[in-house]
């Protein structure tokens, strides 16, 4: 099958001048539409590093290979063209944005995404219908949509609010940084539900995991091992389960 | 023009001796006289003059050519509302008036106190009238709130208004103001005498272009238990300042100043207040949000005065926030405390900074294009600003958001 989103040969350093760090080597990688990857490594391998490469953060210089989703470079485009074309963060650490309740923000970026492609823009019963159905799914009290984003959420609350905003958004391809981390079990259990009901066949998603645990629930197509700035290795989800038994060292060895 | 009138002012402008002979062609008065005595010390303010170092109408007021640009739309007229218009040739009465509302149109003169410390105020009352009668007062009494509103537009080289509010014990008036510009120099000094319980709710909209200069001076005083709630959405002119001296002279006035100002290119806003707590017990809160583009300047000068005896039990607050949105914006802020009392709350916090960068990438990886989601970061931070404006808050943020996403 063609694949979606190909990274190749990508490098990439964080900071500016002689400040400068390089993070990623030549980092290869292809997520096929209607498959779901993990990308798994130990801390510092470069993982949170790759999902901000992907979709623009600033202060991130792409030095050598190519991106591109459906075959369009995406590396050449402002962040918000990026998600436009359907590319979509859910951050490991969400952001708060005090004064600018969660279902402006939300309706104000469906809709410029909606522009961008030249599409009408949604009418507000319609969105808060929708807007409705989802926080429904997720357990969200719809109270908690009126409030700053993120402002007073807990941790749990956060990523599910991703989640709800990815499911409303309903974009093509999803990069997941580490979304299991802060939730409790029952969290988690919601969470991966949410993200199941996203998987399509023309969908693709990256999940970027620091446990298996997260890929019980969320079953990957593939597992990808990052180390050092570069894929070093790449399995089935048994991958998964052995780096849990084995450790991250194991592996690495194996891999040299 | 005499030898005397010439030498009233130092080392004259163009622009300061039209000043002098328009004030020579109005109907001589003794407080007349005083008033332009006043601003003649300094003549039009500027880096030279105590507190108008940042905001120089000296040298932005070159000549009274009127400017090319028609007076902006206001977007706070309502057809419901008692509208006082105020332009270069004078002020209209309007023939039916709010119930508890008396105006009067007096010709001589009304004396101001503390016009030194406030040339353009000054300035304002020296040369309002001619074709209208030189002084407006308006005079409410207690019973149902009284909305009023108030258009200061040109065209015109100067259009200088001055309006005189009394409110009796227990009236409330809800008053709009809209500075539209359109004249070379405006300048309107408004004035509030708030008798016991009376309460004020002031909103102020200020506007001008890049060849205009405007000063909006306000002289408050409040009795026991007076309020007053007052928000200025600024968004400058040439140069452009809104100043605001109140004075608590009885125990148990309660005062809210707030204030957003948002500067494009080649603007300036001025945001300056001075507050005096003259007697016991009395509050104030003030809150002032800026958001300044490449080429904008933002001025802001708080001033509270917390006389050792009669300032005992203040309890004050003070805030300035500022967003430099862009490189080139310029931001300058002085708060001052004065404080002699030794029982008091005094608080204080002044930031300049930029948008967090973080904030700003969040919103994009939804789809925000940079320039919007600059505008809704800005306008959530300038809302606190807004808030006291009861029922035209959303006509404010309205304005504010259509700003920051065309202009800025």
């Known amino acids: 099958m063609a694949s979606m989103l190909k990274i190749e040969k990508l490098s990439a350093s964080v900071g500016e001048g002689e400040e400068a760090k390089a993070i990623l080597h030549g980092l290869s990688l292809s997520v096929p539409a209607g498959e779901v990857h993990a990308i798994m490594g130990p801390n510092g391998a470069g993982k949170s590093t790759l999902s901000y490469v992907l979709t623009g953060r600033e202060g991130y210089t792409v030095t050598g290979g190519t991106a591109t989703l459906d075959g369009a470079d995406i590396l050449a485009l402002e962040p918000e063209a990026r998600a436009a074309a359907g590319l979509f963060l859910s951050f490991q650490y969400p952001v708060e944005i005090p004064g600018v309740p969660v279902m402006t923000f939300v309706r104000t970026a469906m809709n410029a995404q909606r522009k961008s492609r030249g599409e009408a823009e949604i009418s507000a019963p319609d969105f808060i219908k929708k807007s409705r159905e989802i926080a429904k799914v997720l357990s969200l009290d719809p109270e908690m949509l009126k409030r700053p984003v993120n402002v007073g959420f807990s941790g749990g609350e956060k990523k599910r609010l991703e989640i709800y905003q990815m499911m409303i958004l309903e974009p093509r391809f999803m990069v997941l940084d580490e979304t299991d981390s802060g939730l409790d079990i029952d969290a988690l259990r919601t969470v991966a539900e949410g993200v199941n009901a996203l998987r399509a066949p023309g969908r693709g998603m990256l999940v970027i995991t620091h446990y298996q645990r997260l890929l019980d629930y969320i079953k990957p197509d593939k597992v990808h091992v990052l180390a050092k700035g570069r894929i070093i290795k790449t399995g089935g989800p048994d991958l998964a389960h052995r780096l849990e038994a084995e450790g991250y060292d194991g592996v690495l060895a194996e891999a040299v | 023009m005499s030898t005397a009138l010439k030498d009233m002012i130092r080392n004259p402008t163009v622009a300061e001796l039209e000043l002098v002979a328009r004030y020579a062609a109005l109907k001589a008065d003794v407080r007349r006289e005083r008033l332009f005595e006043a601003f003649a010390q300094t003549g039009l303010p500027g880096r030279r003059?105590?507190?108008?170092?940042?905001?120089?109408?000296?040298?932005?007021?070159?000549?009274?050519?009127?400017?090319?640009?028609?007076?902006?739309?206001?977007p706070l007229v309502r057809d419901a509302v008692t509208t006082l218009r105020f332009t270069p040739s004078g002020y209209g009465v309007p023939k039916a008036l709010p119930a508890g509302v008396k105006l009067l149109a007096k010709d001589e003169v009304q004396a101001m106190g503390g016009a030194e410390a406030a040339p353009l105020g000054a300035l304002a009352a020296a040369l309002s009238g001619g074709k209208t009668p030189a002084t407006l007062l308006v005079d409410v009494s207690a019973g149902a709130p009284v909305h009023l509103h108030m258009v200061f537009e040109g065209p015109g080289a100067i259009n200088a208004a001055r309006v005189v509010f009394l409110l009796r014990p227990g009236a409330e008036l809800h008053l709009s103001e809209s500075h539209l510009g359109g004249a070379a120099l405006s300048a309107a000094l408004v004035e509030f005498t708030l008798n016991k319980g009376a309460r004020l709710n002031r909103t102020v909209y200020q506007i001008g272009g890049?060849?205009?200069?405007?000063?909006?001076?306000?002289?408050?005083?409040?009795?026991?238990?007076?309020?007053?709630?007052?928000?200025?959405?600024?968004?400058?002119?040439?140069?452009?300042?809104?100043?605001?001296?109140?004075?608590?002279?009885?125990?148990?006035?309660?005062?809210?100043?707030?204030?957003?100002?948002?500067?494009?290119?080649?603007?300036?806003?001025?945001?300056?207040?001075?507050?005096?707590?003259?007697?016991?017990?009395?509050?104030?809160?003030?809150?002032?949000?800026?958001?300044?583009?490449?080429?904008?300047?933002?001025?802001?000068?708080?001033?509270?005065?917390?006389?050792?005896?009669?300032?005992?039990?203040?309890?004050?607050?003070?805030?300035?926030?500022?967003?430099?949105?862009?490189?080139?914006?310029?931001?300058?802020?002085?708060?001052?405390?004065?404080?002699?009392?030794?029982?008091?709350?005094?608080?204080?916090?002044?930031?300049?900074?930029?948008?967090?960068?973080?904030?700003?990438?969040?919103?994009?990886?939804?789809?925000?294009?940079?320039?919007?989601?600059?505008?809704?970061?800005?306008?959530?931070?300038?809302?606190?600003?807004?808030?006291?404006?009861?029922?035209?808050?959303?006509?404010?943020?309205?304005?504010?958001?259509?700003?920051?996403?065309?202009?800025?």
């Open chain 2, 210 to 408: 890049a060849d205009e200069a405007q000063a909006v001076t306000a002289l408050i005083e409040q009795d026991a238990s007076a309020a007053s709630v007052q928000t200025v959405l600024a968004f400058g002119a040439k140069v452009a300042r809104i100043e605001t001296r109140l004075v608590h002279r009885e125990t148990g006035s309660k005062a809210t100043l707030n204030a957003a100002y948002l500067a494009g290119a080649g603007l300036q806003a001025d945001i300056t207040t001075h507050v005096r707590h003259g007697a016991p017990s009395c509050i104030t809160r003030q809150v002032t949000k800026g958001a300044v583009l490449d080429g904008g300047r933002g001025v802001f000068q708080g001033k509270f005065h917390v006389p050792r005896t009669a300032g005992q039990q203040t309890d004050a607050s003070m805030q300035h926030k500022a967003l430099l949105l862009e490189e080139g914006a310029e931001v300058f802020a002085k708060p001052e405390l004065e404080i002699l009392a030794d029982d008091v709350q005094c608080a204080h916090g002044n930031t300049s900074g930029q948008l967090d960068a973080a904030q700003l990438f969040y919103l994009r990886q939804r789809g925000i294009a940079l320039v919007q989601a600059r505008a809704l970061l800005t306008e959530a931070f300038i809302a606190e600003a807004l808030e006291g404006a009861g029922a035209l808050e959303d006509v404010l943020r309205a304005e504010a958001s259509g700003w920051l996403n065309h202009a800025a």
């Open chain 2, 49 to 74: 003059t105590e507190g108008w170092r940042w905001t120089d109408f000296k040298t932005a007021v070159s000549s009274l050519d009127a400017p090319k640009a028609a007076p902006a739309r206001d």
